[in-house]
């Protein structure tokens, strides 16, 4: 949940060795992930030629939550262009801040009902957050285990190339040993 509660990854696009973080990567597909999962967040748009697109707007430094695009659009401007600045509670992507939690709750008297739907409305947003966290971290888990097993089967593959290696070194160490005997053997006889 940290990608979700602590949002600094989304400055930090390019370590400082020039190259990608890693975090950002990861929480972008994250962030899009929950875009796309907040049905007030996205637009269902029919192409000219018939095609169903999905689109989110770009939050990206050029676009500015201005425009629409579709997932792979918006997944490339963020990684070229990065986040637009001080945008940290998503609102144009269906996230309603705490701090508007905290407002409501001066109407709480006289419309309770609209807050409960809105409660309601949140904590089944955080819900299904925490779970499709879950459902990442167990395919992450699978993904790590399957490659620790990888690595072992290679490590075990490397070991035995090393021991061939060590018995050749010793077996030529041992031939030239043998040859070097045979004709001081073969001349004294
Ligand atoms: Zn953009």
Not at 66 to 82: A, D, I, P, Q, T
Not at 99 to 127: F, K, L
Not at 154 to 182: D, G, S
Request: proline letters at 1%; a negative charge.
């Amino acid at each position: 949940m940290e990608w979700f509660t602590d949002r600094q990854w989304m400055k930090k696009k390019i370590n400082s060795d020039g190259y990608y973080n890693m975090k950002y990567c990861e929480n972008l597909n994250l962030f899009l992930d929950f875009a796309y999962s907040n049905e007030t967040a996205v637009d269902r748009r029919v192409t000219k030629h018939g095609r169903i697109v999905y689109e989110i707007k770009c939050p990206c430094f050029k676009c500015q939550n201005v425009f629409y695009s579709s997932r792979e659009k918006v997944h490339k401007h963020l990684l070229k262009n990065g986040f637009m600045d001080n945008y940290t509670t998503w609102h144009a992507h269906g996230e309603t801040s705490i701090h508007e939690v905290g407002q409501s709750s001066n109407t709480m008297e006289v419309d309770a009902d609209a807050d409960d739907d809105y409660d309601n409305g949140y904590r089944r947003m955080v819900q299904q957050m925490k779970d499709k966290i879950v459902r990442l971290e167990e395919e992450k888990e699978i993904e790590r285990l399957e490659k620790e097993k990888e690595r072992a089967e290679k490590l075990a593959m490397m070991e035995q190339i090393e021991e061939n290696t060590v018995t050749n070194a010793q077996m030529k160490h041992q031939i030239e040993f043998l040859l070097k005997n045979i004709p001081k053997n073969s001349s004294a006889s």
